[in-house]
Structures are given as structure tokens and as C-alpha cells.
């Protein structure tokens, strides 16, 4: 089946407790050393590791952190790219033409 959803090669750093949710896959971990954690999904640009003062980066394909060594406890791998503001912009603005677009409808037009 190859290796699991959050994974690191390091035998000084122990991955366990994975859990995905929508945008959001987190787990426990304990590093005694430096090393990397890896997601096992494809990089993209909007990924972040919480819990960690560390960003992600590409490696091998696949988005991956740098852990220092005493690094411990709940992180999580979050996906937000900065792109969906843009969409959420444009949502609101249809939303907002469209109320308009019904209210002017009904608004009683005087005759000169």
C-alpha cells in the first residue's frame, strides 16, 4: 500500500494518532532529532504545518517540513490557498448583483 498519509523516514521522529478531515490532516509527533515530516499527497503552494515554526516545501513532489529537534505534540498539515479569497470575492459580488438585480425590479419608476 506504500507509505502512510503523514510519514518521515527519520528513525528519530515518530508519527501516529492520523487524522484527515476537509483541508486538514493532523497528527502527533515526537522528534528527538532534526528531520522531516512528509505528507503523502503532491505539493501545492496554500500548505502550512501548525503547531511548528516551520513552512512547507516541496520534496520530491510531495510537501514536506524540516522539524528541529525537541519538536513535539498535535500538528497538523492545513491547505488554504491564498487564491480563495478571490473566489469568495467574486461569490459575494454575484450574491450582491443578484439582490439587486431582484430589488430594482420592484422599484416603482415615476413618469415625467
Same mark, same amino acid.
Given at each position: 500500500?506504500?507509505?502512510?498519509?503523514?510519514?518521515?523516514?527519520?528513525?528519530?521522529?515518530?508519527?501516529?494518532?492520523?487524522?484527515?478531515?476537509?483541508?486538514?490532516?493532523?497528527?502527533?509527533?515526537?522528534?528527538?532529532?532534526?528531520?522531516?515530516?512528509?505528507?503523502?499527497?503532491?505539493?501545492?503552494?496554500?500548505?502550512? /504545518?501548525?503547531?511548528?515554526?516551520?513552512? #512547507? %516545501?516541496?520534496?520530491?513532489?510531495?510537501?514536506?517540513? *524540516?522539524?528541529? $529537534?525537541?519538536?513535539?505534540?498535535?500538528?497538523?498539515?492545513?491547505?488554504?490557498?491564498?487564491?480563495?479569497?478571490?473566489? /469568495?470575492?467574486?461569490?459575494?459580488?454575484? #450574491? %450582491?448583483?443578484?439582490?439587486?438585480?431582484?430589488?430594482? *425590479?420592484?422599484? $416603482?419608476?415615476?413618469?415625467?
Amino acid at each position: 500500500m506504500g507509505e502512510p498519509l503523514v510519514f518521515s523516514s527519520d528513525l528519530d521522529i515518530s508519527v501516529s494518532n492520523i487524522r484527515f478531515s476537509p483541508n486538514k490532516i493532523a497528527f502527533d509527533l515526537d522528534a528527538d532529532d532534526c528531520g522531516w515530516v512528509v505528507l503523502n499527497q503532491n505539493f501545492t503552494r496554500g500548505s502550512s /504545518l501548525s503547531g511548528a515554526e516551520t513552512p #512547507v %516545501l516541496e520534496l520530491g513532489k510531495k510537501s514536506a517540513a *524540516r522539524l528541529s $529537534p525537541g519538536t513535539c505534540g498535535n500538528l497538523a498539515f492545513k491547505f488554504f490557498p491564498k487564491s480563495i479569497w478571490c473566489g /469568495l470575492a467574486f461569490i459575494c459580488l454575484g #450574491v %450582491l448583483t443578484a439582490f439587486a438585480q431582484l430589488f430594482l *425590479r420592484y422599484v $416603482p419608476v415615476k413618469a415625467r
